[in-house]
């Protein structure tokens, strides 16, 4: 397990893009960031950065379910969080705005609404 750990960080830290392109969306291998994740949930359950990372990651592999139901365990973190957390309250509500549209579905839009 360590070893998977420490060659998952390895390539986390060694890609200068990876948390700028995480954080814009933009991330092209979103198996790397779900392995962050749950190392981050793991390693720190009280830190928001994990149960966010895996809500943007699951969002990316279309498992809506399990991506609303991080969202709602980070919102119970974003409770307790440090300041220096608080920052990353915008990128939460992006998701949850953007789930909030897949638990609509595509029925309940309007033809003008996309």
Same mark, same amino acid.
């Given at each position: 397990m360590w070893d998977s750990n420490q060659a998952m960080l390895e390539q986390v830290t060694s890609n200068e893009d990876f948390l700028r392109n995480l954080f814009l969306d933009e991330l092209h291998d979103w198996s790397l960031a779900k392995a962050y994740g749950e190392y981050l949930v793991d390693a720190c359950? @009280?830190?928001l950065l994990g149960y966010l990372i895996l809500t943007?990651?699951?969002?990316?592999?279309?498992?809506?379910d399990r991506a609303m139901k991080t969202a709602r365990?980070?919102?119970?973190?974003?409770a307790r969080a440090d300041f220096g @957390?608080?920052?990353f309250l915008s990128d939460l509500e992006y998701e949850e705005r953007l789930l909030a549209s897949v638990e609509l579905g595509p029925t309940e839009w309007g033809e003008g609404d996309r």
């Amino acid at each position: 397990m360590w070893d998977s750990n420490q060659a998952m960080l390895e390539q986390v830290t060694s890609n200068e893009d990876f948390l700028r392109n995480l954080f814009l969306d933009e991330l092209h291998d979103w198996s790397l960031a779900k392995a962050y994740g749950e190392y981050l949930v793991d390693a720190c359950p @009280e830190l928001l950065l994990g149960y966010l990372i895996l809500t943007r990651v699951y969002r990316h592999l279309g498992e809506f379910d399990r991506a609303m139901k991080t969202a709602r365990q980070c919102r119970s973190v974003v409770a307790r969080a440090d300041f220096g @957390e608080q920052a990353f309250l915008s990128d939460l509500e992006y998701e949850e705005r953007l789930l909030a549209s897949v638990e609509l579905g595509p029925t309940e839009w309007g033809e003008g609404d996309r």
